[in-house]
């Protein structure tokens, strides 16, 4: 068993390893799982603000095409 934990004298480089990996996957977890959890109560405020009528990103998209002014085509130069 203590041969297999020495790894031919690499021991220190292989566990580093290991250990760097396990932290940085441990970090990636917490990040995506805050991040995540984040998303949900965004998603439950925007639920709450459809619900009670106050955002209606559709309509107000639609009227505010309606009153942008139009282009004029750009002609070619003389």
Known sequence: ???FLAM???A???WSAFGFALVVLLGLLGQSWRAA???E???VQLRQLVRAGR???A???ARSRAQE???RPVTGAK
Do not use: C, F, K, N
């Open 69 to 71: 002014p139009t282009a």
């Open 37 to 39: 959890h984040q998303r």
């Open 8 to 10: 031919g004298g690499y």
């Open 59 to 61: 309509q107000a998209q």
């Open 55 to 57: 955002a209606r990103p």
């Open 12 to 14: 220190a480089y292989v």
């Open 1 to 3: 068993m203590s041969e």
């Open 41 to 43: 109560a965004e998603l």
